[in-house]
């Protein structure tokens, strides 16, 4: 034993730097991200003003989760992160398998897609607020030249969130197709080329041989959407502010509501239950899709 | 129990910011006092106003205006930077409910010995008072919460202004058949503007049940069991019902309603009277063209007006200047800052300083305001002056009731169990 732990303590200090040297990086994460955390589970326990506080144990949790709109909440924060990512991959995929063909100016088009990603996100929000506007909005102007009355996206509770979505979609694709570019060009030509020997048709080889083959891109663009969509409050705040009433509030702009109301430990306690519900879904989302890769 | 927060922990994290800028302070004597107000040009002009004409008075003090967005994120930097002792000298805040969610006794200067007091209204010391001592003056006049009107289609069509609520109605039917204009105005995309109809009821419904004040801040009193409360719900789902709003009210702002009440698109605004000073800044020539009365409820001969109490000013506890900064609150308050505000931003309504007067020249939804204060007994506060239970999510429950997402009732249930946090919040006795 005395000589296994010997050679273990070697090991560490042949391998490591002297431990003085991890000393103020262990300050940094110590003083902004342990302490906070802690202490937002702490103040998740209490009744606090930010005057003052009392422990009330797990009451907060109580209350949140019989918020009227919190069931509503999580349902669209499902909705949304599922569409949106859903569309980003399948966008992104057809995006990026056009953008690497030999399609005219693919340098300037790869640029167009990836342009609303670099555009801060309030920006957009509000520009399209502007332009899905019921009765000024250029989207139903243009609807009417067809003489079609559009609706009123934003402010019509079946539309409300899809509108949302969309826009999210608009932004997010192009980080989606640079992923599927990246993704696509890393697959070796020798494929596609024996694929052809074989007859395959092109919807064979992409059936067969990219979309297999792009898979890390997919994984990486489902996990990373997914994970935005879950927590995605700055498009919906900038665009409806979770109404019309609350049927646009995700787990999120419910939360934030809570603490512009003054409910912090409230608010805080809906911050932990949001951090465990992305973590609850996202990890083992994770690791299925990565085990299948090794294996794959 | 309740712990209270470490002072000196905060204030040890202010210091070393403080240290940092000691040392561009200039060496003269002058105090200068930051003053801190919502961002509504109205309320900046007049508060730019009243700094520089305490300076002309009082050379040796400076007031310098800082501005904050209004609504809850104005709430929450007013709490954050009373919390963290980072207030400004002076600042602007609610009355009634908001007030008490600052915890007065801790964190503001206690003006009840000013000499000043004498002269202030017994309505204005009861909104701002907490264990019997004062601790907010006078700022800005008092307003009503009614509807504004288009006078001109009025004339037009000979209206007269409705004392019940099928008189509104029948008018809005006549408005709706004889002309292009929006009988009833809704600007939802200002969600708080939604709250109107309901707030501004209450006039009515404390005529019908005058304990409901205290019964519902006691938990024994609810929205969805009394029927007169939730009146003001189901009229709002009426004018959904009978078409009469302008056809883009979802999406349509405050400022969007102002111009349409002020030119004639809409006639009915359901708004607050303070919105008679964004009138004057941005539609002066249509001032007169509009006019106000207060929400009719069911009986003609009881006809009367829900009152909101004017904002106030509160010294901050830990400021370096309290003597400067309790000066320049009396100033505000008294006939000559209120002088100085008419000026600024014209007159808006009745002062709540006993020796303020307003201008003969007024302007007509003013003077419509002013009559419900000349009769005295034809006007009452509103529910936030009674009692401290507000609940923060009306807003999105009127825009659901207005849009008809929402049944009345069940609006009531969702108001009735959004209260019961504010309530617990505050720890009130009988709420668990």
Known sequence: MTTQNKKGTRRAFAAAYPSWFYLPAAVIFGILFLFPTFASLFFSLTRWTLFKYSFIGLDNFRQFFSEPFLVWGLINTLIYAVVTS??????????????????????????????????????????????MHPTNGLINDVIAVFGVKGPAWLTDPRFALLSVAFVDVWKGVGLATVIYIAGIVSIPAEYYEAAKMDGANALQRFWNVTLPLARPATVTVIILSLIGGLRSFDLIWAMTKGGPGFTTDVVASVIYKQYQAGFYGLSTAGNVVLFVLVAAIVVPLSFVLNRREVEA | MTYEISRRLLVAAAAGSALALSFATPAFAEVKLTFLVDNAAATVTASEALAAAFHAKNPDISVEVESRPGGGEGDNIVKTRLATGEMTDVFMYNTGSLFHALNPQQNMLDLTDESYQSDIMDTFKS??????????APFRTTMGGGVLYNKKIYA??????????????????????????????QTFKDTWTSQLFFLGDFYNVLRAVPTFPEDFTANKAKFATTPAAIKGFEHQEEVFKAGFLNEDFGSASYDDGLRMVSTGEGVHYPMLTFAIGNLFETYKDNLDDVGFFALPGDEAANNGLTVWVGEGIYGYAQTEHPDEAKKFMAFVASKEGCDVQTEAIGALGPYMTKSCTLPDDVPSPTKDLVSYFAEGAKNAPALEFLSPVKGPALEQITVEIGSGIRSPIDGAKLYDEDVRKQALQLDLPGWE
């Open chain 2, 156 to 185: 037009e069509l000979g209206l007269k202004v409705p004392k019940t609520w099928p008189e509104f109605m029948q008018n809005n039917a006549i408005i709706k058949e004889k002309t292009k204009a929006a009988p009833v105005i």
């Open chain 2, 127 to 136: 909104v701002v008072s907490e264990n019997g001592r004062i601790y907010g």
């Open chain 1, 86 to 131: 859903g569309s980003k991959v399948v966008l992104g995929m057809l995006l990026g398998i056009l953008l690497t063909s030999n399609v005219m100016m693919r340098g300037l088009l790869r640029a167009i897609v990836f342009f609303p990603v670099l555009v801060s996100t309030i920006g957009v929000g509000i520009t399209f607020t502007m332009l």
